[in-house]
Nanobody, 123 residues
Framework: QVQLVESGGGLVEAGGSLRLSCAAS????????RGWFRQAPGKEREFVAA????????YYADSVKGRFTISRDNAQNTVALQMNSLKPEDTAVYYC????????????????WGQGTQVTVSS
């Protein structure tokens, strides 16, 4: 019923760009904080970026600051992650998420998750 579906992952060379998108259905997420997280093999899921319900504030992990940009379109019930200047260490499965409360960097505090999309950056 309630679904978040990521798309846009793939293989890209270092220095390249990729744009991820997350479509929501079954519920309107316009008042929810939204986030992007990633998980590499053998690693814990880590915070990448998050945005408030109206797009007024965004948080970024230090490792992606200046390279990634999170945005949302509440009319389309979507959130996107523009990734530029990609590095091999960005390789991971990327997940979009949503929560009913305020913006946070903590994965366990998000209520809804997509299935993930693979991003692989070659050197």
């Amino acid at each position: 019923q309630v679904q978040l579906v990521e798309s846009g992952g793939g293989l890209v060379e270092a220095g390249g760009s990729l744009r991820l998108s997350c479509a929501a259905s079954g519920r309107t997420f316009s008042t929810y904080a939204r986030g992007w997280f990633r998980q590499a093999p053998g690693k814990e899921r880590e915070f990448v970026a998050a945005i408030t319900w109206n797009g007024g504030k965004a948080y970024y992990a230090d490792s992606v600051k200046g390279r990634f940009t999170i945005s949302r379109d509440n009319a389309q019930n979507t959130v996107a992650l523009q990734m530029n200047s990609l590095k091999p260490e960005d390789t991971a499965v990327y997940y979009c998420a949503a929560r009913t409360l305020g913006i946070t960097r903590t994965p366990s505090e998000y209520n809804y998750w997509g299935q993930g999309t693979q991003v692989t950056v070659s050197s």
